[in-house]
Every structure is written in C-alpha cells, then in structure tokens.
C-alpha cells in the first residue's frame, strides 16, 4: 500500500506530517510512504490536483482514491484510511 505526500521544502507542517506517515508505515504492514516535492515533481502535483502541501493521498489497490488529506492528519485518520483501501 502507498501513502502518497505532497510537501514543499518551505512547509513547516510537512514536518509533522513527515512524522505521523512515519508512524502509519512502521505500524501498516507493507506499507510505503511515497513522498513528492512539488516544486521539483510539477507534474505528479499536477496530476493529483495537488494545491496545498501537505497533501496526504491514500489509495486502494484499483488506484481510486480513499482519502485525501489537506493539512497535518492525525494518525488515527491515516490508519482508518489505510484500512479503507485493503
């Protein structure tokens, strides 16, 4: 499973964000944080409609995705995301 990040290197919150993925991906088995800036990776930002770091996107094993976040989440909301997208 893939937990797309969206930071920017001018976004303090990515920090925290950056921390609480960490956590998602130490407790989710096979779990990967993908992380993309969005000054250097323009064109995935692009295609995901990113217009806010941090972006957080989890998506299912169809590639539909089953949340978004917009801002720091909690750990709790990654973890019932990540449940959503077995």
């Keep these: 499973m893939e937990l797309t990040f969206f930071s920017s290197?001018?976004?303090?919150?990515?920090?925290?964000?950056?921390?609480?993925l960490a956590e998602?991906?130490?407790?989710?088995?096979?779990?990967?944080?993908?992380?993309?800036?969005?000054?250097?990776?323009?064109?995935?930002?692009e295609a995901n409609r990113i217009r806010t770091?941090?972006?957080?996107?989890?998506?299912d094993g169809t590639g539909a995705e089953v949340y978004r976040a917009v801002g720091v989440p909690?750990?709790?909301?990654?973890?019932v995301a990540a449940a959503k997208a077995v």
């Design 9 to 20: 290197s001018f976004c303090e919150p990515c920090t925290l964000t950056r921390a609480v």
């Design 53 to 59: 770091t941090p972006t957080v996107i989890v998506k």
């Design 74 to 79: 909690t750990l709790a909301q990654v973890l």
């Design 24 to 45: 998602a991906e130490r407790r989710i088995p096979d779990a990967v944080v993908r992380e993309y800036d969005v000054a250097r990776d323009t064109s995935v930002a």
